[in-house]
C-alpha cells in the first residue's frame, strides 16, 4: 500500500452522494417519489427526438450548444450568449465552484441546502460554510452574517429542495446588494418553472454583476436521466465558465432531446396543473392527518412527522407497500420524508399508508 499517494485535501471529507433509490428487492410493483421526477416521464417530442438521435452517433457533438442555447433564451426571454449548458445543473454548480473557489476560499449555502454545493465546493479545494435557516425557510440575515473576506460563492436554491420553501425576490435582492464585492450569489432555479410568475431570478442576473442562475431540464421537463442544465449569468461569469467547460460535454443527444422538450408545452402544461392539483390534495390530506408539511413551491412535500423513529418507521411502512420516498436526515431533517409529488394514482397510494401507519399509532 502507498501511503504517498494522496488526494487533495478536502476530496476524503466528501461523502458519496447518496441518489435516491429506484428499486425495492422482489417487488415489481413500485413507485419511485425519492427524486423529484416528472412522473409522466419525457414528453412525445422529447421521445421522438431520442429515437432520431441514434443515427448520428458517429458525429461529435457540436461544442457550442448554439441552437439549444437560443431555445432557451427565447423560451425564457433571455440573451444566448450569456447561456451555458451542463451535463444536469449539477455540472454548472461544479464549473462555479473550480472556477472561482478553490483553497482558502470559502463556499456558503444554507442549513438545508442541496448537497452538492458542499460536494463541489470540497472538490474545488474550498471550505464549505452553512448558515442557519429559520423554520426550514433560507434566513437572508443569516447568510449575509456568515459571509467573510474569503466567501466566493453563495448559493441558495430558490425553492429550496428538500423543504419547498422559497424566499422572494426582494429578499433575493437584500442578499445581492450586502454581498462582499469579491462574493457571486448563485441562484438554483431547478424547481422555478413550478412557480407561477417567478423568472429564477433572471431580470436580477440582467440588472447585477453578481448574480448567476441555474436551471434544469431534470425535474418539469422529465429528464433527469438525460443530464442537461444550464446557467445564465453576467457575460463575464460566462466567459469564464466556458474556459472551465470542456468542448463536447453534452452529447448530441443531450441537446437534440432537451431542445424537443422545451418546445413541448402540451406535457409541460399536463405536468404543472397535475403537480399544482395533486400537490394540493396531499398537502392537506396529511395536515388532515396530524402530518405537518411547509407549503411547497416545488413537486414535492415534506412531511414532517413527531421525531425521527416515526419518520423512520413511516419510511419502512412505504416501502413496504412498494412506495419509495426520501429519507432527508443528510440535510438535517431526520423527522422528515420528502415525497415526490407523484400521478393521482402514487398520491393516493402514499396517502392510503401513511393514513393506515398514523392511525395504528394512535
Ligand atoms: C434536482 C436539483 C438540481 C438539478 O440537478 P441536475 O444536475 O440538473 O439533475 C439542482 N439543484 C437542486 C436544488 C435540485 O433539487
Partial sequence: MSTAIRPRPGILEIELYQGGKASIAGREDVVKLSSNENPFGPGDLARAAYARAGHDLHRYPGGDHAELRAAIAGRFGLQAQRIICGAGSDEIISFLCQAYAGPGDEVLYSQHGFLMYRISALVAGATPVVAPEQDRTTDIEAILAACTKRTKLVFIANPNNPTGTMVPLSELERLADGLPNQALLVLDGAYAEYVDGYDGGAAMVDARQNVVMTRTF?????????????????????????????????????????????????????????????????????????????????????????????????????????????????????????????????????????????????
Avoid at 418546445?263 to 396530524?290: F, I, V, Y
Avoid at 413537486?299 to 419502512?316: G, H, S, T, Y
Avoid at 420528502?338 to 393506515?356: K, M
Fill in 218 to 362: 431534470s425535474k418539469l421537463f422529465g429528464l433527469g436521466g438525460l443530464r442537461v442544465g444550464w446557467g445564465y449569468g453576467p457575460q463575464h461569469v460566462i466567459d469564464v465558465l466556458n474556459r472551465v467547460r470542456g468542448p463536447f460535454n453534452l452529447s448530441t443527444t443531450q441537446q437534440e432531446v432537451a431542445l424537443a422538450a422545451l418546445g413541448d408545452d402540451a406535457h409541460l402544461s399536463r405536468s404543472l396543473s397535475e403537480n399544482a392539483r395533486m400537490r394540493s390534495w396531499l398537502t392537506e390530506k396529511l395536515n388532515a392527518l396530524g402530518v405537518a408539511t411547509d407549503v411547497s413551491h416545488a413537486n414535492f412535500v415534506l412531511a414532517r412527522f413527531a421525531n425521527a423513529p416515526q419518520a423512520e418507521a413511516c419510511n419502512a411502512a412505504l416501502l413496504a407497500d412498494g412506495l419509495i420516498v426520501r429519507q432527508v436526515a443528510s440535510y438535517g431533517l431526520p423527522e422528515a420524508l420528502r415525497i415526490t409529488v407523484g400521478d393521482e394514482a402514487a398520491c393516493r397510494r402514499v396517502l392510503h399508508v401513511i393514513t393506515g401507519f398514523i392511525e395504528a399509532q394512535r
